[in-house]
Antibody, heavy 123, light 108 residues
């Protein structure tokens, strides 16, 4: 059974870079054909899709965040990473990672989610 | 980007009642590219429906999805206590993938 676990600093200072890791267990991020997405949710608000990284390492970022976002794969540690630079208070949110099958466009929905990690941007 | 608008924002119902949640897209979404998620406080979203109508593994049959084009509906035939939660529609047919702003189903 595939499980995802997000981790990273709970507090980040304004203008700094937010760095989060999604550790995947029960499957290899190098195996199969999958998208690994990051999604965030400010307290009491809805879900915002940040972007995705494919098994090969190719990425697509939401244009609303594209200038500040980087995602990468660490195949040795079986982890997916998110970097968001120049953060402000508006980036305070719960951050989730999630997996989608990429074998068929009809299966791009996110069926496995991590529990999320809370990040607060404050000095 | 495809904007998904959910209505109502909040639905106040009693256990046993029927819930009808709407999701309207700013442009056509292929019916195969629409999913619904349930989210309870402090938890991650859980996949309920994909392909507009197909229940995910383990989802009770009181949950059903319908719709095509720009109008989609999630129906809960008889609300159980555990169904009071937030619900989000999600389109993944056009990048960037987007979510609706959510409908909260609360106990009346």
């Amino acid at each position: 059974q595939v499980q995802l676990q997000e981790s990273g600093p709970g507090l980040v200072k304004p203008s700094q870079t937010l760095s989060l890791t999604c550790t995947v267990s029960g499957a290899s991020i190098s195996g199969g054909s999958f998208y690994w997405s990051w999604i965030r949710q400010p307290a009491g608000k809805g879900l915002e899709w940040i972007g995705r990284i494919y098994t090969s390492g190719s990425t697509y970022y939401n244009p609303s965040l594209k200038s500040r976002v980087t995602m990468s794969l660490d195949r040795y540690r079986n982890q997916v990473s998110l970097f968001l630079n120049s953060v402000t208070a508006a980036d305070t949110a719960v951050y989730f990672c999630a997996r989608s099958s990429a074998t068929n466009p009809y299966h791009y929905y996110m069926d496995v989610w991590g529990k999320g990690t809370t990040v607060t941007v404050s000095s | 980007e495809i904007v998904l608008t959910q209505s109502p924002a909040t639905l106040s119902l009693s256990p046993g009642e029927r819930a009808t949640l709407s999701c309207r897209a700013s442009q056509s979404v292929g019916s195969g590219y629409l999913a619904w998620y349930q989210q309870k406080p402090g938890q991650a979203p859980r996949l309920l429906i994909y392909g507009s109508t197909t229940r995910a593994t383990g989802i009770p049959d009181r949950f059903s999805g319908s719709g095509s084009g720009t109008d989609f509906t999630l129906t809960i035939s008889r609300l159980e206590p555990e169904d009071f939660a937030g619900y989000y529609c999600h389109q993944f047919g056009t990048s960037p993938w987007t979510f609706g702003q959510g409908t909260r189903v609360e106990i009346k």
